[in-house]
């Protein structure tokens, strides 16, 4: 599991590959429906469970993100929660989050390669609190034709009290989130 103490180091590097670059070929692209690769795509989404903790345990959630990817330049365009008892109430804004290209592109040896999400922004209605600057730094497994990529992830709030913002994580125990479009990243 990704430790917040890995959060800024990995944003910090990520957003220095960009700066370093601004002509560069690097860029996010999407398997379509025709299986060839694109990339301009809406309709992108990354869902399935997370958990986050409050100071009575740890609560199980769903989150469902939209991602635009046009031109190579992917970003989260919505977000929602759901599940048991204060999931829903959990609201996304400060929309896009700007996702950056990973820190390293895929690896052939281990199929994975880590991406950062930027501009993170959830209201909680318990305890009633908005936390903001969140970074959450993730795992994006290499997909498969016809299907998607595994992501696991954990958002830090550098600025914001400890309980509930820093606490939303994907757990094993919970399993992965999936994309429905298989996403890759493509180095110049």
């Known amino acids: 599991m990704i430790t917040f ?9 990520a957003a220095g590959a960009l700066l370093a670059s601004p002509a560069s070929a690097m860029h996010w692209r999407v398997q379509g429906d025709d299986g060839q690769w694109t990339d301009t795509y809406e309709g992108i989404v990354i869902s399935g469970p997370v958990a986050y903790g409050t100071r009575s345990g740890t609560i199980p959630c769903n989150i469902r993100m939209e991602v635009s990817l046009k031109g190579g330049v992917a970003a989260v365009v919505a977000a929602e929660f759901s599940g048991p008892w204060s999931c829903p109430d959990i609201k996304a804004s400060n929309l896009p989050w700007d996702i950056a290209p990973p820190v390293t592109p895929f690896r052939p040896e281990s199929f994975k390669s880590y991406l950062v999400i930027s501009g993170i922004a959830l209201f909680f209605r318990v305890p009633y609190i908005t936390c903001l600057e969140g970074i959450a730094v993730g795992e994006l497994e290499a997909g498969q034709n016809g299907g998607g990529n595994p992501f696991s992830f954990n958002i830090g709030f550098p600025r914001q009290p400890a309980t509930p913002c820093n606490g939303i994580q994907t757990l094993e125990a919970f399993g992965k989130l999936t994309t429905n479009r298989v996403l890759d990243f493509v180095g110049g």
Not at 5 to 13: D, H, I, T
């Open 5 to 13: 103490k890995s959060v800024v180091p990995a944003a910090l590097f």
